[in-house]
């Protein structure tokens, strides 16, 4: 077989269960090398299809050929195993070869699974989706098909992954909510969208890009039509019931056009702002909290006082107490010493990791008008259920379906809107993009940075932390927790600065004349730097404003080709400047402090 032959090549691939379509006709090819992601909306068959393509699952019709003796790896999102077995037995069959044991140590330590001959049935679900995941590595297929690789991964993880994957010349295809990571491994991205798909030749900046360029092209040609079908519609209703062959002719032209006419491209989301959120200024104080499990050092003799409006990250590796915190927080544990005054006007919304258990036979719709048939926005103006579940993107037929019917990705966006219809003033949640389709990933961050009240957000995503949080407590393990003023990129600047200034202290002379230089010379601002500190600040503040006028700009719909391009340029562009600035801010603001003592 020739060599530039496709690993897989995909032709009219139909998809469906009962009446519902998932992917209609498509064709698609991965060659070697190519690093490709999956990107669509929650329960339009993202899993489906790789299941389809890994043999799990069969097809309605059309053919899959696979290069001759292929080697497919496949992880699933939910995988599962003997509960007997070890570990390593999970992993593979090494069949005593210790090269073999060697990589498998290697590459389960990197996903924090060390106890090797641990059965399975100890293991919880994101341990076992990490042997999985080391499973699906160590079999160094041809080609790896990936469905939410990083899933139960701590930072650390994820970024150890992102280097595993764009190393060398593997072939993949993943399905991945994580942006960061689908920016950085992918060189081609694959959108399904109403049961066809679109590829894009670029990663996942270029796909948004382009992505909206197809979206506004299609609107027009929808637009055109609609002008088109208007005088058309007129002369059919003139024309008399006979007629020769070029109006007949005509006649079909417009029952086309009819059925382009009457599309319908999903709306942008007007973005939901609430005013009728009220939280007093006294939000929580953790009054010297300490914590432990066995040797486990959750936190020790820990203070911090929220503030109001504050929009707080938590990151940290696995097992370094972060969900322990949020329980504790909400007096579902309590702490071995200390303890946590919460405000009077306080009204936690949680979204934990565990999820809610629905009734399977209950309407979606039914789920929410349970809990409350509208939500008070302030200003006269109210949400009602359907509204607040069609703003997350369940349309109305959606809206009617039982629960049974739902995808896992569509069971936490109905999750989400049980805790949103409560109207909270303090949002609390726990990795809440696990199994979130893209688009109501990008609903959701609107909707936190237009909260009017106070939100906690424990995650692994980086993308999202960025655009939610202002600030970040990051435990390190053992009680130790470092309190950071900025977001996760901020604070990956700052580590690596850090680093940097290590290294050269530890390569400058020890004496104590140049000790004391550098002690001196860190805790005084000239008047220079101070000079340097207001300009920044009002620089700052400029390229903020900036930022939001171009992300409302950019959410409206209203650009034209030629502008979303340029705005779209500008954005990375002013976030570079914008982390830039704001890391030299932080440096700056650190002497000045300094300077006070």
Not at 471 to 492: A, C
Request: hydrophobic share 35%.
């Amino acid at each position: 077989m020739a060599k530039d032959t496709p690993y897989v090549d995909v032709q009219n691939l139909s998809k469906s269960f009962g009446a519902l379509q998932l992917f209609d006709n498509i064709s698609f090819s991965i060659a070697e090398g190519q690093r490709v992601g999956l990107v669509a909306k929650n329960g339009t068959g993202k899993s489906t299809l790789l299941a389809v393509l890994a043999g799990k699952e069969g097809c309605d019709s059309g053919d899959i050929v696979f290069r001759r003796d292929l080697r497919v790896g496949f992880l699933e999102q939910s995988p599962r195993f003997d509960p007997d077995e070890s570990v390593l037995d999970a992993c593979f069959n090494h069949q005593g070869d210790p090269d073999k044991v060697l990589k498998a140590k290697q590459v389960l330590t990197q996903l924090k699974i060390r106890d090797l001959n641990q059965p399975m049935r100890q293991l919880s679900g994101g341990q076992q989706k990490r042997v999985a995941l080391a499973n699906v590595l160590l079999t160094e297929p041809d080609l790896l098909i990936l469905d939410e690789p990083t899933n139960h991964l701590d930072l650390e993880m994820i970024e150890w992954l992102e280097g595993y994957l764009s190393r060398g010349n593997r072939t993949l295809l993943m399905v991945t909510h994580d942006r960061f990571f689908l920016d950085r491994v992918c060189s081609v991205i694959l959108e399904l969208d109403d049961r066809t798909v679109y590829t894009y030749r670029g990663n996942y900046a270029y796909y948004l890009e382009k992505r909206q360029e197809r979206i506004d092209a299609r609107r027009a040609e929808i637009a055109r039509a609609n002008n088109l079908y208007r005088t058309e519609l007129e002369w059919m209703r003139r024309m008399p019931q006979a007629r020769g062959h070029k109006a007949r002719y005509r006649e079909e032209a417009f029952y086309e056009l009819e059925k382009v006419a009457k599309q319908r491209m999903e709306e942008r989301q007007l973005r939901l702002k609430a005013s009728n959120v009220y939280i007093g200024s006294k939000i929580f104080e953790c009054q010297y909290i300490s914590k432990r499990f066995d040797d486990v050092v959750i936190l020790k003799d820990f203070y911090y006082n929220f503030s109001r409006f504050e929009k707080m990250g938590i990151v940290g590796n696995n097992g370094t107490g972060k969900s322990t915190f949020i329980k504790m927080l909400l007096s579902q544990v309590q702490p071995d010493e200390g303890r946590i005054v919460i405000g009077e006007t306080v009204r936690f919304g949680y979204f934990s990791q565990e999820g809610l258990q629905f009734d399977e036979q209950m309407k979606v719709i039914d789920v929410i008008t349970a809990i409350a048939d509208y939500v008070d926005l302030g200003s006269g103006k109210r949400l009602t259920a359907s509204q607040l579940l069609q703003y997350f993107l369940f349309t109305p037929e959606q809206q009617h379906n039982y629960v049974y019917k739902l995808s896992g990705g569509e069971r936490r966006k109905l999750y989400l809107c049980t805790v949103l219809m409560k109207n909270p003033n303090f949002l609390v949640l726990d990795e809440p993009t696990n199994d979130l389709d893209i688009v109501t990933m990008q609903i959701l961050e609107e909707y936190l940075q237009d909260f009017p009240g106070c939100v906690i957000v424990v995650s692994h995503d980086r993308y999202f932390m960025d655009k939610v949080v202002d600030h970040l407590l990051v435990f390190k393990g053992q009680g130790e927790v470092k309190d950071f003023p900025g977001n996760y990129s901020q604070y990956r600047q700052w580590l690596a600065m850090e680093e940097v200034a290590t290294v050269k202290d530890n390569k400058e002379p020890r004496g104590k004349t140049a000790k004391s230089y550098r002690h001196d010379d860190r805790r005084r601002m000239t008047y220079k730097e101070r000079l340097e500190f207001e300009k920044l600040e009002k620089e700052i503040a400029q390229l903020e404003e900036e930022q939001h006028l171009i992300e409302d700009a950019l959410c409206s719909g209203t650009l034209s080709v030629d502008e979303l391009t340029e705005k779209s340029k500008r954005l990375p562009v002013l976030q570079s400047e914008l982390d830039e600035k704001s890391m030299r801010w932080l440096e700056l603001s650190e002497i000045k402090d300094e300077s006070r003592k």
